[in-house]
């Protein structure tokens, strides 16, 4: 999955980062599975930009919440 900018964040409708944000921690989910097995090598270094995107997208749910 691409990183998102802000900018791109803040385009999305409540709806579809909520689906991103589902799709996402998905894939994080999947990563640490593979690391805990032993597994991972090549992609160990896409858990922390998965986490960030995270972090922007529930930023920007709340911030929504908030307007």
Do not use: C, Y
């Amino acid at each position: 999955m691409a990183r998102f900018s802000m900018k791109t964040i803040r385009a999305f409708n409540e709806k579809d980062l909520k689906e991103k944000i589902q799709e996402t921690r998905s894939e994080l989910a999947k990563l640490r599975v593979d690391g805990s097995k032993g597994t991972l090598r090549k992609e160990s270094g896409k858990l922390k930009p998965l986490r960030h995107d995270i972090a922007r997208m529930m930023t920007r749910l709340n911030e929504m919440k908030v307007k």
